[in-house]
């Protein structure tokens, strides 16, 4: 299934972590046949220098297509399996993000793909990722190394079921559709994982009001999960989910809390996640359960947001 056409990847730099970057694009591309364009933001050439514009321009061209060789040797790709791979280059002249996401908004992209800004401690995600995550319009995969093999390429999709309104239902289909497409050209399942909790469980037993059997507690603890989990199921059987290629990890516990831990355990190479927010009100941006989570990942995070989000950020 084709989920995207139009893909953009964007760098402010070129490294090695651009070419993991570059080289998850690269597949990407390939596997949706989509378009994909290079957006290099590079450093204003100072004034006083001009004179050398051209050479300067040239220099980034050539770094980019060298880079680009490498990817595409790297993932054994030939140019025929890329559907295109246009190479824009330009000037800083607004932060980074703001740039991004305005290429987005005037050229219709629907994937925006970036290496991840390298943290000390190798977690979460520097300012410019966490702006692109709250305000670009449509999805963005922030890209971590990853050392396996595609076959062996693990990966995870967050899911809450219990939607509040059919624009969260939406969005868990095309996360579960989404996930499951990556996972499929891979040789491991998908893991869905999806936490629940019952918060008055500790009410139930110290209210100190009225005494509760524990067998009653206990009791409307074990509906609440089952509930949760039947909600799961049906999600899983409406996006169409084949049970032999997915895994289910019902957890009980704060997203926040579980999800990163879940992905440092389980070795998970890309996470696909929700941003769930208000959609339709300009400025109001990622939901907080996905930005705790987002705080302390490891590894690469494909964000959707619920369709009718409205981007703070103007096209010009």
């Keep these: 299934m084709r989920h995207f056409h139009h893909i953009l990847y ?21 596997e949706n046949q989509a378009a994909l364009k290079f957006l290099l933001l590079h450093p204003e050439l100072p004034s006083n220098q001009w004179e050398y514009r051209d050479m300067y321009h040239n220099f980034f061209h050539t770094q980019v297509q060298e880079l680009l060789e490498t990817a595409r040797a790297a993932l054994s790709t030939s140019v025929a399996e890329i559907p295109a791979v ?30 991840a800004e390298v943290k000390g401690n190798h977690k979460g995600f520097k300012a410019l990722d966490m702006t692109l995550l709250r305000k670009c319009p449509c ?28 624009q969260e239902r939406v969005l868990s289909l095309r996360l579960l559709e989404l996930a499951n497409s990556l996972a499929a050209t891979t040789s491991g399942k998908l893991a869905v994982v999806s936490c629940w909790d019952y918060p008055f469980e500790d009410f139930l037993r110290h209210n100190g009001r009225a005494e509760v059997a524990e067998a009653t507690i206990l009791q ?18 409406q996006a169409g989910l084949t049970p032999e290629r997915y895994r289910v990890y ?49 590894g690469s995070l494909v964000a959707l947001k619920p369709h009718g989000f409205v981007s703070p950020i103007e096209p010009y």
Excluded: C, Y
């Design 220 to 237: 409307t603890v074990l509906d609440a999960q089952t509930e949760h989990r039947a909600a799961l199921q049906h999600l899983l059987q």
């Design 250 to 298: 019902h957890l009980r516990g704060q997203a926040d809390d579980l999800i990163p831990d879940f992905v440092e355990a389980h070795q998970v190479d890309v996470l696909v996640m929700g941003s769930v927010a208000r959609t339709g009100i300009r400025g109001f941006l990622i939901g907080n359960t996905a930005e705790n989570i987002a705080e302390e990942l490891g």
């Design 10 to 30: 964007a760098s402010t730099h070129l490294d090695d972590a651009t070419l993991d970057g570059l080289k998850q694009a690269l597949s990407m591309a390939r």
């Design 139 to 166: 999805p963005v995969w922030l890209a971590r190394p990853i050392s396996a093999s595609r076959a062996d390429m693990r990966v995870a999709v967050a899911i809450n079921p219990e939607s509040r309104d059919d």
């Design 86 to 115: 246009q190479v824009e280059l330009e000037a800083i002249s607004e932060p980074p993000a703001i740039s991004m996401i305005r290429h987005v908004l005037r050229d219709g992209h629907d994937l925006l793909i970036k290496e």
